[in-house]
């Protein structure tokens, strides 16, 4: 933490720095609409005429790319052109459970979501703000909640392969590859690891000595190192692809916090043992009354935890893709020769600092997942004010 | 916290579940178990080298404290060869010496021996020749004195009495 600091301190002086240029260069923005195209208005005509209007002007245009780009797409479209409303990249299966039917198709039907695609006579759309497909009529209809903004079109259940699953793919073949090749190199090189695998080695070793050996103990960290290893790769990885080009944003999705978190919750609850239960319903050495309070307290601790590594993993990926394209689309915003140098400046060095927080982030939720397993298999009784 | 809740999508959940799970099945398997295993047989390699290490540098430290000892002990019965020869060699001289003089005196005393009968017997010779001189002495005086021979062998004989040869 103390190694933050000083970038942190140093970003927001700059930014604060800055600011005024900021303000400056948003009247110029508003005098610059002249620019704006009107391309959207082919992409709007098919199923946005209940929904709220497509984005104009450039400031919210890049509102929605920034916020585009957080959620989960049915396609991987790796740069687009506003200008023709082209994209480049691939599309992915959609795969639907619906009316107790399996609707299989390409999302390219969707043609990046400004179409109906249809399959065995339902139609489906893809929503504008939240990327999610709904069932709809033949138009493409989205009917929306009044107070909530939410639609209210059924949604079938969707195991789509979206672009989070194939990154998460990705990141798994990866994993297995690098770390079966590392496995295999100690066989053939004596006892000593060779090739791409080495580089992880290291980071193995700290994983036992340091994460899993401090805080489950000595005789039981055996048993979780597999998902301590798994989850430390596997989150560092997806970090770490978050932050190239490809603009996959998987551990800033709160599907992929929840799950990772809802496992370490499950291994933590099932192993453990007496003593760990007894703490949470029957504090020893308090006063009785008081354990009768303390009850649902640790009771509520046991899902409290969990969930903060869900959100703390989420927040931090989240927010920290949202300020590197914000910072990135500066330059779009600037449009002056101030701009472009600035952002660059300050997209490497919040990049430089996101490159930290891929590794920290995978530490943490490593580490804390060993602290909870830690706790749940403590043999030894211990003093009160434990927790 | 409902747009957070709205995020929420089952079909994603349901593949990372699937794929996360199995990715730690065949992780286990096929890596961590493998890579864990290296670097404790590793570690206990390297444990045990330097253990033999420091057990082969205190043997090495015994074998020349070893060693000292050896060539002490060999030093000293160096020195107490040296002495007893040197010893050995006085003594040799003395006794040489010793039997030198015994053997001279004793040949000393056998030339003495050897003198004095060679005195005694050069005496009785002497002693012969005298009284053979004397007697031819005697006789030739006296053939002068034939006359009287009588008178003169009694006187000789008388004096002859009288000298005590010894």
Redesign the interface.
């Known amino acids: 933490m103390v190694i933050l600091k000083r970038p942190l301190r140093f970003i927001i002086a700059t930014f604060l720095a800055c600011l005024p240029l900021v303000s400056f260069a948003n009247q110029e923005v508003d005098s610059a609409q002249v620019k704006v195209e009107a391309t959207h208005e082919v992409a709007a005509e098919g199923h946005h005429e209940g929904a709220h209007a497509e984005p104009t002007d450039l400031k919210s245009k890049i509102k929605a790319f920034i916020g585009h780009h957080v ?2 797409s049915h396609d991987f479209s790796l740069t687009q052109d506003d200008e023709t409303g082209e994209s480049w990249g691939f599309p992915l299966p959609v ?1 639907l459970w619906d009316n107790n039917e399996l609707h299989v198709f390409s999302s390219a039907k969707f043609h990046h979501g400004k179409e109906v695609a249809e399959s065995k006579g339902n139609y489906y759309a893809i929503n504008h703000h ?1 990327g ?1 497909i709904y069932r709809t009529d033949a138009s493409g209809t989205i009917h929306e909640n009044e107070e ?1 903004g ?1 639609p209210t079109n059924v949604r079938p ?6 672009k ?2 194939v990154s ?2 990705a990141a ?1 073949i990866l ?2 590859f690098i ?2 090749s ?3 190199s ?2 053939k090189n004596g ?3 060779s090739g791409v695998g080495r580089i992880f ?1 290291p980071l ?2 700290y994983v ?1 000595d340091e994460i899993a050996i401090p805080n489950i103990g000595e005789k039981k960290y ?1 048993n979780y ?3 301590l ?2 989850i430390f790769f ?1 989150v560092l990885f997806l970090n770490i692809f978050g932050l190239t080009p490809l603009g996959i944003n998987a551990t800033g ?4 916090t ?3 978190a ?2 370490t919750f499950l291994i933590t609850n099932l192993t453990a043992n007496k003593n760990y239960w007894g703490h949470i319903f029957w504090m020893p050495g308090v006063p009785k009354p008081m354990r009768i309070i303390l009850a649902p307290i640790e009771l509520l601790g046991v899902f409290i935890k969990p969930f903060s590594l869900m959100i703390r993993l989420y927040a931090n990926i989240f927010a920290g893709h949202i300020v590197l394209m914000s910072i990135i689309a500066l330059m779009f915003i600037f449009k002056s020769w101030i701009g472009s140098p600035l952002s660059f400046g300050l997209a490497f060095a919040l990049s430089i600092l996101e490159i930290l927080v891929a590794f920290l982030q995978a530490y943490i939720f490593t580490m804390l997942s060993a602290l909870y397993f830690g706790a749940a298999v403590e043999e030894h009784h211990h003093e009160e004010g434990h927790h | 916290m ?1 747009k ?1 809740i ?12 699937l ?6 099945l ?3 398997k ?7 295993d ?2 404790n ?2 570690e206990e ?1 390297i444990k045990n080298a330097l253990e033999s290490a420091e057990n082969a540098r205190k043997e090495m430290q015994n074998l020349q404290a070893d060693n000292q000892r050896i060539l002490n002990e060999a030093r000293a019965e160096r020195d107490a060869m040296l002495k007893e020869a040197r010893e050995m060699k006085e003594k040799m001289i003395a006794d040489a010496k010793g039997e030198a003089q015994a053997q001279g005196e004793k040949m000393i005393e056998q030339a003495k021996a050897a003198i004095n009968s060679e005195k005694n017997a050069a005496m009785a010779e002497l002693k012969l020749q005298v009284s053979t001189l004397s007697l031819s002495i005697a006789e030739k005086l006296l053939k002068d004195e034939l006359s009287n021979t009588e008178a003169q062998t009694k006187l000789v004989e008388k004096m002859l009495g009288d000298v005590k040869l010894n």
């Open positions: 959620l989960d795969i939240d999610k909530t939410f259940i969707d195991f789509s392969i979206t989070t699953v998460i793919i798994a994993m297995f770390f079966t590392l496995a295999k100690y066989a006892g000593i690891a080695e193995v070793v036992r055996k190192m597999s998902y290893l798994t596997f999705n709160l599907t992929i929840f799950s990772l809802f496992l | 409902e957070l709205n995020q929420f999508e089952f079909g994603l959940f349901f593949w990372q579940v794929i996360f799970v199995g990715l730690i065949l992780l286990k096929f890596a961590w178990k493998p890579i864990l290296a670097v047989e590793r390699g």
